[in-house]
């Protein structure tokens, strides 16, 4: 079985070359939910930036909270999306005005009643990327857990939905991810932004999970809800092995 490697080294200022794996290529998806702190940072190392439908009402108002000494029109004109998909019935009309005079792709799928705005601009990302080896595709998406339980939820559903993409939850407290059960995992920590507590969570029951590198490790241990999952786990080292034959959610506290 093929090992898949994970790293949250977008979580640094620089992305420090890796001779193993070429750089990936990141995109960026805003919700409609708190800006976390470091969405500046994100912005940054993406190469592609959606706003599903309202998480553009997000970049608009807090962007600049983020940049106190500047002037707001500055920072919102710096921090333009290059795409607002969604349903667009949580924009507002003068930031939709905003985005679409500076020249942003405003791609209204009112029709679709059956996906959330997050699956929308994920196929986007997927479709808009053919030449892309999606190995090295790299997909963070801003301010998904926490809010509205069905949202949160809807959430962690994408990551199941496109499982052969690499799609990482960012919020100020954790980063969450899925770990396909078709490959062994690597998981580099960031030990200067992530961690120590992390939890592993079947999707949705494992019969078989056998980890290294965390303090409660698991040895073929069948997990489901209802029974043993494993949360508040501390992770011991930098790096971590998963192997399961299921699909397990892997989260990280940010610090
Ligand atoms: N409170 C929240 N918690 C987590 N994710 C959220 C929350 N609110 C919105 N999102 C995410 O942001 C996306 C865009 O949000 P938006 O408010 O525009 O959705 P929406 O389609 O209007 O939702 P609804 O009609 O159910 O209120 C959603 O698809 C969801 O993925
Ligand atoms: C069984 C079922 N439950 C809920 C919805 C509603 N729904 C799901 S995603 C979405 C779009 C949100 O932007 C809406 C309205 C549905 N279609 N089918």
């Not at 705005?117 to 998904?144: E, M, Q, W």
């Not at 339980?149 to 993409?165: K, R």
Request: proline residues 6%.
């Amino acid at each position: 079985m093929e090992v898949m490697s994970h790293s949250s080294a977008f979580l640094l200022p620089t992305i420090p070359a890796d001779h193993r794996h070429p750089q990936p290529y990141y995109a960026l998806v805003v919700l409609n939910q708190n800006l976390p702190r470091f969405t500046p940072l994100l912005w940054n190392h993406a190469q592609l930036r959606l706003c599903a439908d309202g998480g553009a009402n997000r970049v608009y108002d807090e962007m600049p909270l983020l940049f106190p000494q500047e002037d707001p029109s500055h920072v919102r004109t710096r921090y333009k999306p290059d795409v607002i998909k969604g349903d667009m019935d949580s924009i507002r009309t003068e930031v939709l005005d905003f985005y679409a005079n500076l020249g942003t792709k405003i791609l209204d799928e009112s029709q679709d009643q059956d996906t959330t705005d997050l699956h929308k601009c994920v196929a986007y990302i997927r479709d808009f990327t053919p030449n892309l080896d999606k190995s090295n595709l790299c997909i963070l998406v801003a301010g998904a857990l926490g809010g509205r339980f069905d949202h949160t939820i809807g959430n962690l559903n994408v990551l199941c939905v496109f499982s052969n993409l690499r799609i990482i939850l960012i919020t100020d407290e954790s980063l969450v991810r899925l770990l396909p059960r078709t490959h062994r995992h690597e998981i580099h920590i960031q030990s200067s932004v992530e961690g120590p507590h992390c939890g592993l969570i079947p999707f949705p029951l494992s019969k078989s999970t056998t980890t290294t590198g965390l303090e409660w490790d698991l040895t073929n241990t069948e997990m489901r809800f209802g029974g043993l999952i494993s949360t508040s786990n501390v992770v011991k080292g930098e790096k971590i092995t998963v192997e399961s034959d299921a699909d397990l959610i892997w989260t990280t506290s940010v610090k």
